[in-house]
Nanobody
Framework: QVQLVESGGGLVQPGGSLRLSCAAS????????MGWYRQAPGKERELVAS?????STNYADSVKGRFTVSRDNPTVYLQMNSLKPEDTATYYC???????????????WGQGTQVTVSS
């Protein structure tokens, strides 16, 4: 099995910064894509940012220029700057993992960490 453990959420004022971390552990053969999703109350879960094993990144338009995703296997980070109230949500780590060379990759999720941006 694979576990993803997130840390770094909390309460921050508008304009502030937070850094989220997510460490993968367990039976890992390889990790392709790692990323962050978020879900606000009453809304669907949405992609925030992702990064491939080769370092290619993808961002939601709403966070471009403010958030930066990086990875140092088996950990993925999300540096969030210039935070806005609309960034308030539960943030979930995602990793696409192969547990051995015979098995297709599948998605694993962290338990979620709350980010609240409020004065």
């Amino acid at each position: 099995q694979v576990q993803l453990v997130e840390s770094g959420g909390g309460l921050v004022q508008p304009g502030g910064s937070l850094r989220l971390s997510c460490a993968a552990s367990g039976s890992i053969f390889s990790i392709t894509v790692m990323g962050w999703y978020r879900q606000a109350p009453g809304k669907e879960r949405e992609l925030v940012a992702s990064i491939t094993s080769g370092g290619s990144t993808n961002y939601a338009d709403s966070v471009k220029g403010r958030f930066t995703v990086s990875r140092d296997n088996p950990t993925v980070y999300l540096q969030m700057n210039s935070l806005k109230p609309e960034d308030t949500a539960t943030y979930y780590c995602n990793a696409r993992v192969r547990t051995d060379w015979r098995t297709a990759a599948r998605d694993y999720w962290g338990q979620g960490t709350q980010v609240t941006v409020s004065s």
